[in-house]
């Protein structure tokens, strides 16, 4: 594992300029050794770029960051064995095999054989030698994960890592990056599908607009949620008697349907609706565009 570092990454007003475009700016940020961290927002945001930054695959504008301890820049060869990262997107070999790539990373990398790469190729439900040229998208995308992960990386740091694959394969996914987590590793999560950083991160930095928009534990932003609730009754009904009750805001009549918006939980607004006549009713989580311009249109 190594010595235990202060910090897993630390940026210090970290900038990328495309000309005059941004691609992020002024990014403080810190994530600690031991920490799923989530790095999320709309696509066009700056994830990316940020994670370039990182990897010395970009050079700054402006800033510097640190990984491990050690200069993103300047120590970007040395950093190299440490860290295990999954680019959004990726080529493969189509006439290599899963096994014949993850050997040559292996060389790279010192390994004298595949380490947990066959126990995670299980886990996965992937076949290693098979050509990657006959593989489906979601079933390269498992290589990939493989090879981020096979050598035991201090430090992980994924871009839109589960792209591809079904939902059976992303929950044993996510497993294998809280029990990565609980060795002590860190894992730095690019997404920008809110339902899977809440599931797994235990921290959340949300960018927008190339900027840092918040910062918070993963509780936090929850909290701040807020479902759409709809419910579609038999008869017209007084909507007023949903808009008293605790948590509810945004409350809208059309027709015989009402719908609201409820920050807490939703046992008040159901004991309620069930005095009339219910024939429908559904709960819609918000997308995380709609978090952003519910809590942090405000913020430029």
Request: proline fraction near 5%; hydrophobic fraction near 40%; charged fraction near 25%.
């Amino acid at each position: 594992m190594g010595p235990r570092t202060s910090s897993a990454i630390l940026t210090e007003g970290l900038t990328k300029l495309y000309g005059r475009r941004p691609g992020i700016e002024g990014l403080d940020l810190e994530v600690l050794p031991g920490e799923i961290f989530g790095f999320i927002g709309p696509n066009g945001a700056g994830k990316t770029t940020t994670i370039r930054l990182l990897l010395d695959l970009l050079r700054p504008t402006a800033g510097r960051a640190t990984l491990l301890d050690r200069d993103a820049h300047r120590q970007s060869v040395a950093l190299r064995r440490s860290i295990g990262y999954l680019p959004g997107e990726f080529g493969l070999e189509p006439r290599m095999t899963g096994r014949q790539l993850l050997e040559y990373f292996g060389r790279l990398r010192g390994m004298d054989d595949l380490g947990v790469a066959p126990a995670m190729a299980g886990r996965l439900d992937i076949d290693l030698d098979l050509p990657m040229g006959r593989l489906s998208r979601g079933n390269r995308q498992k290589i990939g994960l493989i090879q981020t992960l096979f050598h035991r990386p201090r430090l992980l740091i994924l871009d839109e890592p589960t792209t591809g694959l079904d939902p059976l394969v992303q929950d044993t996914f996510l497993q294998i990056l809280r029990e990565a987590r609980d060795e002590g590793r860190t894992v730095f999560l690019s997404s920008h599908i809110l339902s899977e950083v809440e599931r797994v991160c235990d921290r959340v930095a949300i960018v927008r607009d190339s900027r840092l928009a918040t910062l918070e534990t993963t509780e936090s932003l929850l909290e701040k949620r807020r479902k759409r609730v709809v419910m579609v009754f038999a008869a017209p009904v007084d909507a007023a008697r949903f808009a008293q009750l605790p948590g509810v805001t945004d409350v809208q009549v059309q027709g015989t349907a009402v719908s609201l918006r409820l920050q807490d939980g939703i046992d008040a607004v159901v004991k309620l609706a069930a005095q009339f006549t219910l024939l429908d009713l559904r709960v819609d989580h918000p997308s995380l565009d709609e978090v952003f311009m519910g809590y942090y249109g405000e913020q430029k």
